[in-house]
């Protein structure tokens, strides 16, 4: 409830659109799926992105109107402890929209943030108005993180080289097949843990990091997600009466 709550603020302040309540809703139902926790497979993703991050010469992560609502604070400190750049990145663009989302982020204590008038690159083959990023951004950069991301865009950034870490509940999209690593958790929840991981790993060598890296497979990643989705729905048939999840005559 309070995350709806964010999200219905966001979008009486034009931070929101309609269709990000869609995909959130959207999301909230993978959520209960998984039962509202960081499961394993997500926390090995966490980890090897938060390796990538470090790793990066010009890491950046990407912000539209429902993470800026849902977990701005989180992404600067993010940020911080990374090194990274913040770049306001939307599909349903508008310049008023684009400058409320940096004000959002800005007051969650950003001292820079890309994407607003400097958005005057683009994105090749890419039709919809993410492809306007900004050239000491999202077209700079190495290592890419897009919470709540369209798999066009995904798929974009990888053809150009990028590693593109997503944020994304549900297994199955676009955008979970198409990213270097997927983390299939609640914005909310990921992107503290991508920031515990870095404060951790940052006692690594790069070598020690580059191994997470390589050792991380996202496939075998996704696989273990649907899984435990299927080990955890399973398990909540077989207990369904005693969990009043079954209806009542």
Same mark, same amino acid.
């Given at each position: 409830?309070? !995350?709806? %709550? ?6 009486? $302040? ?13 999301? $909230? ?5 998984l ?9 090995k ?18 912000v ?21 750049k ?9 310049e ?17 943030? !890309? ?20 050239? %000491? ?19 974009? !950034? ?18 979970s097949r ?13 992107l ?22 390589d $050792? ?14 299927? $080990?955890?729905?399973?398990? !909540?048939?077989q ?11």
């Amino acid at each position: 409830m309070v !995350l709806r %709550e964010k999200l219905v603020k966001g979008f009486k $302040e034009g931070v929101v659109v309609p269709e990000g309540l869609i995909a959130h809703g959207r999301g $909230e139902c993978f959520d209960y799926i998984l039962g509202e926790e960081t499961i394993a497979p997500a926390l090995k993703a966490e980890k090897a992105a938060a390796a990538a991050l470090l790793l990066a010469r010009h890491p950046v992560i990407s912000v539209n109107g429902n993470t800026a609502s849902l977990a701005a604070e989180e992404v600067v400190k993010l940020a911080e402890e990374v090194g990274a750049k913040i770049e306001v990145n939307l599909f349903y663009r508008t310049e008023e929209r684009a400058a409320k989302i940096r004000e959002v982020l800005m007051r969650a204590g950003a001292k820079e943030v !890309l994407g607003v008038e400097d958005a005057t690159a683009t994105i090749p083959e890419l039709e919809s108005e993410r492809r306007r990023v900004s050239p %000491e951004g999202i077209l700079k950069a190495d290592v890419v993180l897009v919470p709540l991301e369209d798999g066009d865009r995904t798929e974009a !950034l990888r053809r150009l080289g990028k590693t593109v870490i997503a944020v994304d509940l549900n297994p199955l999209s676009r955008t979970s097949r198409a990213a270097s690593i997927t983390i299939v958790d609640n914005v909310v929840r990921a992107l503290p843990k991508i920031r515990a991981f870095a404060r951790e790993l940052k006692g690594y060598t790069d070598k020690d990091k580059r191994k997470i890296i390589d $050792e991380y497979d996202n496939e075998a990643i996704l696989k273990e997600t649907l899984r435990h989705i299927k $080990e955890r729905l399973d398990s !909540l048939t077989q207990q369904g009466i005693s969990l009043n999840l079954l209806p009542r005559n």
